[in-house]
Structures are given as structure tokens and as C-alpha cells.
């Protein structure tokens, strides 16, 4: 496929799409619910539905056949499923670096930027390896928090701890919930994202991620232990209020699997010659790029509301450097 019918790059060897990104129509005003029935595909498919089949695969070939034993913890179901986590995130991430970045199928086309991170050192990873520092921090500490919560999680619905609904009870209430799942970890995410922001957590914690500028799949869950506890937290909401632990196992596969495709680096994966599957990434890649910019990935205005939204066009670029100098000038007044 020709990339530059899409989009166009620069001289330093930046895509940018030609359309200019725009929050999800939800909560736009007035209320249009003929844009929001038309957006709704894309919502789902393909990888919210991903995610939710590979929840129900996990529930009845992982979780179901332990369940009685969830309902003391113990090493032997624990390290099951910490494993499993371990080769699931192995051949999912590893299948998209293992095309897009190991064998470069597509070359540069719809990458963002042009560089491909295993090319350049830098003194900021361990060994002066990007994938190297990435793979660690993910399989080290991101991999054991998300399992250490979805054994917490499923060992409070074993004992009967969580309010738990049935899908043959209140199958309406449920698709409810399901696909309500991605904005309140929008909600969360963007929370949790300026707390970690703010200069002293962002120094010690949130650097650790930012250091990835031109992200790549290994970077998805290369975190600070505390944002990896922060970042997975919002599974808990399903033994807050009434749901099935098949959603929570969800939710957790939606924040953990769903990473990938916020830092693949490409906004466009083909399939063929002529198909290709969007990647909806380029949000969060201007945030790895800019750093203060769009800060949720735009199923809730948030960064519209408070100011930080970057589309990705010139005039966003102009926009965000407006901010940045009337910030400047703030702390100039300040220091003065």
C-alpha cells in the first residue's frame, strides 16, 4: 500500500495522517446518535472483540478447571496463571514485533517514525537496548502485578466476595458493562496518567515509560512497578459493583493485551496488498512524542475539556507550542 495517499512525511521522517484526529462522538454536543450508531463498529471490532473472546477462552480453558481450588490462594493456580499470562503476551506482542519490527514486513509504510528502535542504542535502557529494557520491565514486574490482581479478583468471586451476575440472569445488564469497560479505563487511565505527571511521581515513576520516545510492541508494558500497580488497578472495579468475572478477566486483557496496540508504531498494519487494519494509535503515539499532550486516547473528550488534545494536524503543532509558551512565560513571571 502507498502510505502517502493516507498521509504525508516530513523531511525528519515523520507520518502523520492526512484526517485529523477526533474524540470518539459519545459525549459530543449536540447529541448525534446517528454518528455514534456509525462509529460503534469501530468501537468493537476488531479488538475490543478480541479482547472479549480471548476473556472467554481464558474463563473456560484456564480459570474454570481451577476454580474450586481459587478459593484458597495458592502457588500451584497462581504460578498457572502467571505462565499462561507469560506465553500469551510472549506470541501476542511477539507476533506484532516479530513482523512489523524484526522482519519489517511493511517497511516504514504508516510508521510514524521512520527509525526502528533495535538500530539505535541509548544510554537511558539497560545494555543501551530499548527491547532489551522493554522485554525486562515487562515480563519482570508488568506481567506478575496484572497476574497478582486477577488472582486477587478471582479468588474474591470463588468465595463469593464480589457481587456476582449471571449472563443467562441479566444478559442486557451485562452487555452493558462490557461495553462500558474501555471508558472507565479511559476514565482511569487519564486519573491515574496526570497523577503520574506531576513532576515528582513523573521523575521517579512515569520517566521509566516515557523513556520509550518511538514506542515499539515490547514497550506496551514497560512501566515503573508503581505504574504497573496503578495501571491495572482498574480491574477492581468488578468486585465493586455487581458483574461476572469473565469481565474482569476482560477488563484485564483490554488494559494488558490492549497496550500493544496503543504503542505499535504504526498506524496502519496490512493484511494485503490492499487491506489493512488501523491501528487507532497515533493519539498516544503524540503523547510518547510530546510528552504533555493527549493524555487519554480520546473515547472521552478529556484532553479537549482540559486543553492538553493534540489532532495531529500543523495547527495542532501550533496550538500545543502556544501552550508550552505561555507556560514558559508563567515561570518566567514566577522565577522573576
Known amino acids: 500500500m502507498d502510505d502517502l495517499k493516507f498521509g504525508t512525511r516530513d523531511k525528519r521522517g515523520y ?11 459519545l459525549l ?9 450508531v456509525k462509529w460503534l463498529p469501530a468501537y468493537l471490532f476488531p479488538w475490543n472483540i478480541i479482547w472479549a473472546l480471548s476473556a472467554v477462552a481464558y474463563w473456560h480453558f484456564i480459570v474454570a478447571p481451577d476454580y474450586e481450588a481459587m478459593k484458597v490462594y495458592a502457588w500451584g493456580w497462581a504460578l498457572k496463571l502467571f505462565i499462561v499470562n507469560c506465553i500469551a503476551v510472549f506470541l501476542f506482542y511477539g507476533a506484532f514485533e516479530l513482523r512489523l519490527y524484526m522482519r519489517r514486513a511493511q517497511g516504514t509504510r504508516f510508521k510514524y517514525n521512520s527509525k526502528f528502535p533495535a538500530d ?28 497478582a ?43 491515574i496518567h496526570l497523577l503520574i505527571h506531576t513532576p515528582f511521581l513523573y521523575k521517579w515513576v512515569h520517566s521509566v515509560h516515557h523513556n520509550s520516545v518511538n514506542p515499539s510492541p515490547w514497550s506496551s508494558l514497560s ?16 468486585v465493586l459493583i455487581p458483574s461476572n468475572p469473565i469481565l474482569a478477566i476482560y477488563h484485564l486483557h483490554f488494559a494488558g493485551f490492549g497496550a500493544v496496540v496503543g504503542h505499535v508504531g504504526f498506524d496502519m498494519m496490512e493484511v494485503t496488498d490492499e487491506k489493512a487494519i488501523p491501528s487507532h494509535a497515533y493519539a498516544h503515539y503524540l503523547h510518547h512524542r510530546y510528552f504533555e499532550v493527549n493524555y487519554a486516547d480520546g473515547l472521552i473528550p478529556f484532553d479537549k475539556w482540559f486543553g492538553s488534545w493534540h489532532d495531529g494536524t500543523p495547527e495542532g503543532d501550533a496550538l500545543m507550542n502556544a501552550r508550552y509558551e505561555k507556560r514558559k512565560a508563567r515561570m518566567n513571571a514566577k522565577a522573576a
Open 28 to 36: 459530543n454536543l449536540p447529541f448525534n446518535l446517528l454518528a455514534i
Open 15 to 25: 507520518w502523520r495522517p492526512k484526517a485529523k484526529l477526533e474524540p470518539a462522538p
Open 149 to 191: 490482581y486477577e488472582v486477587f479478583i478471582l479468588h474474591f468471586y470463588a468465595n463469593g466476595n464480589a457481587p456476582w451476575v449471571s449472563f443467562n440472569e441479566h444478559p442486557l445488564y451485562l452487555l452493558g458493562v462490557f461495553l462500558l469497560v474501555p471508558l472507565f479505563h479511559e476514565l482511569h487511565f487519564f486519573c
Open 223 to 238: 512501566m515503573h512497578p508503581v505504574e504497573h500497580a496503578l495501571y491495572f488497578a482498574g480491574a477492581f472495579l468488578h
Open 120 to 147: 539505535h542504542k541509548s544510554p537511558a535502557f539497560f545494555f543501551q537496548s530499548q527491547n532489551f529494557d522493554n522485554i525486562l520491565r515487562g515480563f519482570g514486574t508488568g506481567v506478575p502485578i496484572w497476574t
